[in-house]
């Protein structure tokens, strides 16, 4: 089951559960960036109805954090901006 998880700077937790829908994920890269866009309800909904989580990442640290994944043959992928 697809979710994604939040916590804002004022300690807040947001919660996004896709449940059993459809989930549509797409993956746009620039020289500087990586956003991971992941929606649901995208068949049955109007726009801004759907449910959608969107994670913009610098490019340096998702490659880091992949290769270093690939490397452990792990699923999991950390980001640390320092």
Same mark, same amino acid.
């Given at each position: 089951?697809?979710?994604?998880?939040?916590?804002?700077?004022?300690?807040?937790?947001?919660?996004?559960?896709?449940?059993?829908?459809?989930?549509?994920?797409?993956?746009?890269?620039?020289?500087?960036? %990586?956003? #991971?866009?992941?929606?649901?309800?995208? =068949?049955?909904?109007? *726009?801004?109805? /759907? &449910?959608?989580?969107? %994670?913009? #990442?610098?490019?340096?640290?998702?490659? =880091?954090?992949?290769? *270093?994944?690939? /490397? &452990?043959?792990?699923?999991?992928?950390?980001?640390?901006?320092?």
């Amino acid at each position: 089951m697809a979710h994604a998880i939040i916590r804002g700077k004022n300690g807040r937790r947001h919660e996004v559960d896709f449940g059993d829908s459809p989930v549509r994920v797409e993956i746009y890269a620039s020289e500087e960036t %990586v956003e #991971i866009f992941v929606e649901a309800d995208y =068949e049955t909904h109007a *726009e801004e109805r /759907r &449910r959608f989580a969107i %994670v913009n #990442i610098p490019r340096h640290l998702f490659s =880091e954090a992949t290769g *270093e994944a690939s /490397r &452990r043959g792990c699923g999991w992928v950390w980001f640390s901006a320092t």
